[in-house]
């Protein structure tokens, strides 16, 4: 089996699952593709001297369907491929069943993985509940249980495993979520597969794919990352056409109005409010359903709720932070009929680059990679952990005549001091002329007056190729934070 890449944290967690003296029940929960099921059977499958039993629920499958399915995979671990057993049709008979062969090993430890675990919950099957029973009378009595909760419907395990208020009150012994790879660890994952890119190259692959090791593992050696993108996104049926369907459908059942919230905040590069949101919804839902519907999206990790500075509820606006959600609404979705049928004539990715368009679209989404890069961007601001991130906007009043502003990014610091980080991508290196300069004074000052402030303001960038030096930058620079320093580890190595 190949080598889980860039989890050394996530790995450690399941190990000390595995060591521990005392029966486990982990809750593992992440988006699709990110790798979770990879990883746990990539601890666990060889183990000597361990049962590891794997169950994968079934989508749409009926109750008799999934306990069928436990039955059999039952009987081929402890008894071996192929065996004849007697196929159990309730989730209690089917439990029953593996308590009795967990008996049978004594000498084992037992690793129980209940992968997509909220598609096994099939409607009146009692399968909480029955999970419940069997956890609290049996299986935690036992320390050599190791269970493992699986899903990727991150809301559905929140709710139901990790913040169950029923029988698994407080039973979860450890909850890990699997995030998509940073670009640090993006960058190796692709070195893993013997595809070296620069910063640049990488950076701009994750624009579209994220750090999603599935995706990264479409990636061909020997292409750039323009080629890769071309070949991904814009030949005939091409992969990122045909999985953006299954990705939302998966989590969210039908998924249309997760998909048009979605396309609605997507389209909005500094963020859209939640009143607002409610109010373009309303055509398809009452407002109550469309914030769980936010919730579903934020806990999956498509959109991310941002309150700016200085507010603590009003102001509240969400922006898009899944990169190939972002891509596909404004690069592929548009062309999918062509994409489907024909393929775009190659070429067509290369022919955008540098138009305005493209300029609009990847500055969004190196904004959305920076909001996840935040360690990275302290430390090379040579911040404290104490210094807290922000995003900060003002929209004047219809009608009123005041300047409106936008902070990228800052940090609000213990020093009585705060720093506002502009985030600029640009393929050459950026050049703050005697225009700009006024903007950026202009919205130092709206800041200031409309926070009410009265600590020290420095300005930073977050670009991609730095700044060019000129008296403006001069005069108005104290940082210049570059791509490759968000390629660093934790401790800015």
């Not at 009150?169 to 070195?191: D, G, I, M, S």
């Not at 600029?424 to 950026?430: A, E, M, T, V």
Request: hydrophobic content about 40%.
């Amino acid at each position: 089996m190949p080598k889980v890449i860039a989890r050394e944290h996530e790995t450690a967690e399941l190990d000390a699952v595995y060591q521990s003296q005392i029966p486990e029940l982990v809750a593992l929960y992440g988006r699709r593709r990110v790798g979770k099921t990879f990883l746990v059977r990539n601890l666990f499958l060889d183990r000597e001297d361990t049962v590891f039993l794997t169950m994968t629920g079934t989508k749409d499958a009926s109750l008799a369907e999934q306990t069928q399915n436990l039955s059999e995979i039952i009987g081929d671990v402890f008894y071996g491929p192929n065996s004849r057993i007697e196929i159990q049709k309730t989730w209690r008979d089917a439990f029953r069943m593996l308590t009795e062969r967990i008996r049978l090993s004594p000498q084992k430890k037992i690793v129980l993985f209940f992968d997509e675990f909220p598609w096994m919950a099939v409607r009146g099957s009692r399968l909480l509940q029955t999970l419940e029973f069997y956890w609290n009378h049996y299986w935690s009595q036992d320390p050599r249980i190791k269970l493992i909760i699986c899903g990727s419907s991150s809301s559905w395990i929140l709710k139901n495993i990790v913040n169950n208020r029923g029988g698994l009150y407080n039973r979860v012994t450890r909850t890990l979520h699997l995030e998509p790879y940073n670009l640090r660890q993006t960058k190796r994952y692709l070195e893993s597969i013997n595809v070296k890119l620069t910063y640049r190259d990488v950076a701009d692959i994750y624009m579209v794919l994220g750090g999603i090791p599935f995706y990264l593992s479409k990636v061909t050696s020997g292409f750039s990352a323009t080629q890769a993108i071309e070949h991904l996104a814009f030949q005939k049926n091409s992969f990122l056409l045909r999985e953006f369907s299954n990705l939302y459908a998966t989590l969210f059942g039908s998924g249309g109005a997760h998909v048009e919230l979605a396309r609605i905040i997507s389209a909005h590069h500094y963020g859209i409010a939640q009143e607002e949101l409610v109010k373009n919804a309303k055509r398809f839902s009452s407002g109550g359903r469309v914030v769980q519907w936010l919730l579903d999206l934020e806990q999956a990790g498509f959109i991310k709720r941002l309150t700016p500075f200085g507010r603590k509820r009003k102001g509240l606006f969400y922006i898009m932070s899944d990169e190939y959600s972002l891509f596909y609404f404004r690069w592929i979705e548009p062309l999918q009929k062509v994409i489907l049928e024909d393929g775009v004539e190659g070429g067509y990715w290369e022919h955008q680059k540098n138009t305005p368009a493209v300029n609009a679209w990847a500055g969004y989404a190196f904004e959305t990679i920076c909001l996840k890069h935040i360690r990275q961007i302290r430390i090379a601001l040579k911040l404290p952990r104490t210094a807290m991130a922000y995003t900060w906007r003002f929209i004047p009043p219809s009608g009123l005549n005041e300047d409106g502003a936008q902070i990228d990014l800052l940090f609000d610091r213990a020093d009585n001091s705060i720093t506002l980080c502009e985030v600029k991508y640009s393929r050459q290196h950026f050049i703050i002329d005697k225009n700009y300069a006024q903007k950026l004074q202009r919205q130092m000052r709206v800041f200031k007056e409309q926070t009410g402030t009265n600590k020290n303001l420095f300005m930073a960038f977050v670009t991609a190729e730095g700044l060019k030096k000129t008296m403006y930058s001069e005069e108005l620079v104290t940082a210049d934070v570059q791509l490759s320093d968000l390629f660093k580890d934790n401790d800015g190595r």
